[in-house]
């Protein structure tokens, strides 16, 4: 069955740097566009990064463009995001999620699995 | 970057009874390919997301039929047939047209 595992969430001071992975099984991850979602303390959600199938194109939201880095390593079934210098309003639950494909339609079919979120806490 | 704006932001509901919400984007989210890109999502109290709807009206594999998507362009609505205890928690839409992916801010459905 598909599982997406984040982690390498934590406590980390403003301004410096933390890794979050998500280690993904059960599917073809090298077939899949990649998302990070992340959620606030009590707030909504909030759309993070994606990444294509390939690593070829990557988007980010407005708030985290040019401090955090989407990756992934194929052979390894892998995602990543890099979050460089911090903010206390980066505190939140961050979540992988796979990017679904209708092969009927041939087209997105939605954010179709979800792992269950590593916590961020930005904080002196 | 499209603004997604749902209503209403609380909805209490009565199991049995029909409910709705409504998700309005700031510009059309329908495809050159016919398809509007728009996917709901529930959020159960302390769980992950999960897909309800995709391509604005396609449930997605084991939701069950009482959920149903509709609408094209800008204007969106989810419809749940009869509620059950268990369709508590906060519903969100989001655009997956273009640019960065924008989610609505919500609505939390709860029993009266």
């Known amino acids: 069955q598909v599982q997406l595992v984040e982690s390498g969430g934590g406590v980390v001071q403003p301004g410096r740097s933390l890794r979050l992975s998500c280690a993904a099984s059960?599917?073809?991850?090298?077939?899949?566009?990649m998302h990070w979602v992340r959620q606030a303390p009590g707030k909504g959600l909030e759309w993070v990064a994606n990444?294509?199938?390939?690593?070829?194109?990557?988007y980010y939201g407005d708030s985290v463009r040019g401090r955090f880095t989407i990756s992934r390593d194929n052979s390894k079934n892998m995602l990543y995001l890099q979050m460089n210098t911090v903010r206390a309003e980066d505190t939140a639950v961050y979540f992988c999620?796979?990017?679904?494909?209708?092969?009927?339609?041939?087209?997105?079919?939605?954010?179709?699995?979800w792992g269950q979120g590593t916590l961020v806490t930005v904080s002196s | 970057e499209i603004v997604m704006t749902q209503s209403p932001l609380s909805l209490p509901v009565t199991p049995g009874e029909p409910a709705s919400i409504s998700c309005t984007s700031s510009q059309s989210l329908l495809h050159s390919n016919g398809y509007n890109y728009l996917e709901w999502y529930l959020q159960k109290p302390g769980q992950a997301p999960q897909l309800l709807i995709y391509?604005?009206?396609y449930r997605a594999s084991g939701v069950p039929d009482r959920f149903s998507g509709s609408g094209s362009g800008a204007d969106f609505t989810l419809k749940i047939s009869r509620v059950e205890a268990e369709d508590v928690g906060v519903y969100y839409c989001?655009?997956?047209?273009?640019?960065?992916?924008?989610f609505g801010q919500g609505t939390k459905v709860e029993i009266k």
């Open positions: 999620a796979r990017d679904g494909w209708s092969s009927v339609l041939a087209a997105a079919a939605g954010l179709d699995y």
């Open positions: 990444i294509w199938f390939d690593g070829s194109n990557k």
């Open positions: 391509l604005g009206s």
């Open positions: 059960g599917f073809t991850f090298s077939s899949y566009g």
């Open positions: 989001k655009q997956a047209l273009e640019g960065p992916r924008t």
